[in-house]
């Protein structure tokens, strides 16, 4: 028997996730401290004007209370009847942890609806005693936790939905046999996640049960009421198989501990996590890969999951370097971010991103004559981003602009790589070397200071500068480096920025400078006679005065950087 598909309904997940909170929800209209011994539960929103029921709990439905009721009608029918606001953003975040919880299943598990999950149990089943056994372990561990769940598994995730709302099993038979389309026809149309509108249409059409539409032309029905209605139908029947989309992506190698008893020391989880990553290695070793990516995730008793995610900066396939950054992780988050509240009894370690590892020369040069080897950077970077986050530690990288405060951009030391704990991946140009790095001064200023100077001709270079209120006499420059402006680049006046002249100087103390002159002489002239040169000719045909030209700047001087 082919079983892929676990459906997971939490028929009462707004009211179970406010019984976990505790008392101290509205009775007719007050607080009481004292609750009835079945008081029933709704959540309410304001819906066309009134405060209806979107949600009921067991004891409230057990009273008549449905959904879509005003708040007046229901404690008409039940007095006693306790209320409180709905919250679609804090039932979201409950369905997704408890889809976190799920995870001990299978990865791949995936949101379905506001009070559903399906899980591809595909090859797990058999890991928990069979499809009946996974299926009671489920129910009885989110029971556990205070929530109300019917599960089914079928072939297709539109079957176990209908099985898991409407059913009265638990497994689907095969798809291909008489049993499942006996099933399968019985359940009402609701099963078919049409709208209500199309539902009641076709109940006045005599239509009512899933076995109704099976036997019934298609043309007609599908002219009326969409193609829509008959895909659900076959996906149903078992004739269309839909994929689903898991809240994460599969891990490529992934390995795991369970525990009878449950462990919260720190030096027990590092342990674990030590141990889990010689597994863990030994199976990169088989496939030649190592570790770009690696998760931990913690599964504690009373439901809640914690994920420690690191990233590497090269393919890593060595535990102890692996566990040494799970340390390192550990010890930036503290106890309070690991929180191992009465302990894990299920820790799993994953690796989501995997490269191929390069092979490595044999090092001829004995070990302690040997220069310090890259991968002790590599390991220094890995320890930090651990630490610290991987976008965190930088590097300094050359980019294509003209401007030298441009030129050099910080970017994260590594290619972070994706993984479902919430890390991206910055994509890093790569480095452009720089062609003459003693050109460029060791401290550059984010911005250029004004400095005043005198030199000996007007287009020469300075002989003095008084630069923070200090006289430097200079005794050695050189120069000019020209660093034209970007042409496709304007000022906040639509103006091209002007061209640099830059100069190495050194004062009579001994102090290097870099310096620089924006502009240059003569250009704000020559646009000057130009200027004029037009206006002489509109004059000629013209009776209006000649415009006046925009007189020229003179070139201002900046120092922009120290040397050593």
């Known amino acids: 028997m082919t079983t892929t598909y676990l459906s997971v309904w939490l028929s009462h997940l707004p009211t179970d996730r406010l019984k976990r909170l505790g008392p101290g929800l509205k009775r007719n209209g007050g607080r009481s401290g004292d609750a009835p011994a079945q008081p029933g539960l709704v959540t309410l929103a304001k819906i066309k004007g009134a405060q209806r029921v979107v949600a009921v709990d067991a004891v409230a439905a057990a009273h ?14 039940h007095p006693g009847l306790a209320v409180a606001d709905a919250d679609p953003r804090s039932e979201a975040a409950t369905l997704d ?30 890991l928990f005693g069979g499809p009946e ?5 489920l129910e009885s561990g989110l029971a556990a936790q205070g929530f109300t769940a019917q599960a089914a598994i079928a072939e297709t995730p539109e079957a176990a939905w209908a099985l898991a709302r409407f059913g009265t099993v638990k497994i689907a038979p095969v798809s291909t046999g008489k049993d499942f389309a006996k099933q399968m026809a019985a359940l009402p149309l609701a099963a078919l996640r049409l709208e209500q509108a199309t539902i009641q249409s076709l109940a006045q059409a005599g239509l009512r049960r899933v076995g109704d539409l099976v036997w019934r032309p298609r043309a007609p029905l599908a002219a009326r009421f969409g193609n829509r209605l008959f895909e659900r139908l076959d996906a149903v029947m078992g004739q269309l198989k839909n994929p689903i989309s898991p809240r994460f992506d599969p891990p490529a190698f992934v390995v795991e501990q369970v525990f009878a008893s449950p462990i919260a020391q720190r030096e027990a989880i590092e342990g674990t ?16 890969k190592g ?29 102890d370097a692996m566990a040494r950054l799970f340390r390192e992780r550990i010890d930036a988050i503290g106890e309070d971010g690991l929180d191992t509240g009465y302990g894990f009894d299920l820790v799993r370690l994953a690796v989501h991103e995997a490269e191929t590892l390069p092979l490595q020369q044999t090092d001829l040069v004995p070990e302690e004559e040997a220069l310090p080897d890259i991968e002790d950077l590599g390991d220094l970077v890995d320890r930090l981003g651990a630490r610290l986050g991987l976008r965190r530690v930088t590097r300094l990288q050359t980019e294509d602009r003209h401007g030298p405060e441009f030129a050099v951009m910080a970017v994260p030391a590594v290619t972070v790589p994706m993984m479902p704990a919430g890390l991206d991946r910055p994509f890093a140009k790569p480095t452009r070397p720089n062609p003459d790095p003693l050109s460029r001064p060791i401290r550059l200023f984010a911005r250029p200071e004004p400095i005043e100077t005198i030199a000996g001709i007007p287009d020469g270079p300075p002989v003095q500068f008084k630069w923070r209120r200090n006289t430097h006499e200079v005794t050695a420059i050189e120069g000019p480096e020209r660093i034209a402006p970007e042409w496709w680049k304007h000022d906040r006046n639509d103006r091209l ?39 002489s000719n509109d004059e000629r045909s013209s009776d209006h005065a000649p415009l ?7 070139p ?3 120092v922009h950087g120290l040397f050593g």
């Open 133 to 137: 056994a996974l299926v009671r372990l």
């Open 548 to 554: 006046s030209p925009e007189p020229s700047r003179l």
């Open 97 to 126: 942890a408890i889809g976190a919880w799920c995870g001990r299943f299978t990865p791949l598990v995936a949101l379905d609806g506001a009070d559903g999950l399906v899980l591809d149990i595909g090859g797990a089943a058999h």
């Open 273 to 288: 996590l030590l141990a889990l990553s010689g597994h863990l290695c030994g199976l990169l070793e088989r496939h030649q």
């Open 556 to 558: 201002r001087w900046y």
């Open 291 to 319: 570790a770009r990516g690696l998760v931990a995730t913690l599964f504690r008793v009373d439901g809640v999951v914690k994920r420690i995610a690191v990233g590497t900066s090269r393919p890593l396939d060595q535990p």
């Open 497 to 535: 920025a002007e061209t640099r002249d830059y100069f190495r100087a050194e004062d009579r103390h001994g102090r290097r400078f870099w310096l620089f002159r924006e502009g240059l002489f003569g250009s704000g002239q020559q646009a000057s006679h130009q200027a004029s040169h037009q206006a």
């Open 64 to 77: 008549a209370v449905k959904s879509g009721m005003t708040l007046a009608d229901a404690r008409a029918i």
